[in-house]
């Protein structure tokens, strides 16, 4: 294999770096834009290391490989959507609206539908296979939040009354679903509808929660129980 001698390495780097700012200067949503983000891609770092490319571009940068069917959908500066990212409009979806410098990695589903709405403010990442499902109630997700891979949130719940294909009954909710800023969710987290999760509140990996967290609250568990607060040293309870 040929290897590059060092003066030849930096004019190599230079040309990756201009190739990737030229046209990044020409991304975007449209189908032009697309096209250049896919040009720009061909010599980017992929994954996290793609965050440097949200700031060559007023609107951050929106892998080529994300899947995007909302016609209602809001972004801030600077976020980044990551490959096979799908952002879905179902019928009577409400808005999508994604804050400042807001990550959302790959293979993260997001759906709304039946008047459902979702608010991702600034600074919050959401990171690989998370499924965000904001059907009948909203969903707000607040400021630097974080969730781990494979989290799921859900602001509704089927009916399954007897005697009738619980495919066919309405969809139900107890209210929408609300995580205060810095909160932080672990690996595969599951949130249900009309749930408040409380400002820096920690929910251990694997918990499902189904009634309010408060604020700097550490919560484990299914269902989620608070075990200390983030104030108080010591072991669990």
Not at 91 to 103: F, K, S
Request: glycine residues 12%; aromatic residues 10%.
């Amino acid at each position: 294999m040929y290897k590059y001698s060092r003066k030849e390495s930096r004019i190599v780097h230079a040309f990756k770096v201009r190739w990737v700012r030229f046209w990044m200067r020409y991304a975007g949503l449209s189908s032009s834009g697309r096209f250049a983000t896919r040009l720009a891609t061909w010599f980017a770092l992929p994954h996290k290391a793609s965050k440097y490319l949200t700031y060559m571009n007023p609107l951050g940068y929106v892998a080529p490989t994300a899947s995007i069917y909302h016609s209602d959908l809001r972004l801030g500066a600077n976020i980044l959507i990551g490959d096979s990212v799908v952002i879905y409009q179902a019928e009577n979806g409400g808005p999508v609206e994604i804050g400042d410098q807001v990550h959302i990695l790959k293979d993260t589903i997001i759906e709304t539908g039946f008047g459902g709405s979702l608010t991702i403010a600034s600074g919050a990442t959401i990171n690989p296979r998370c499924q965000i499902n904001a059907y009948v109630a909203p969903i707000k997700i607040g400021c630097g939040v974080q969730l781990a891979p494979n989290c799921a949130l859900y602001s509704y719940d089927h009916g399954f009354a007897s005697g009738e294909s619980i495919r066919a009954q309405p969809l139900r909710t107890r209210g929408g679903i609300t995580i205060g800023d810095d909160a932080w969710l672990g690996v595969g987290v599951i949130v249900l509808s009309g749930v408040h999760i409380g400002k820096g509140a920690v929910v251990g990996a694997g918990s499902v929660v189904t009634q309010d967290i408060p604020d700097e609250a550490i919560a484990v568990g299914n269902p989620a129980r608070v075990v200390r607060m983030r104030s108080n040293k010591g072991v669990f309870k």
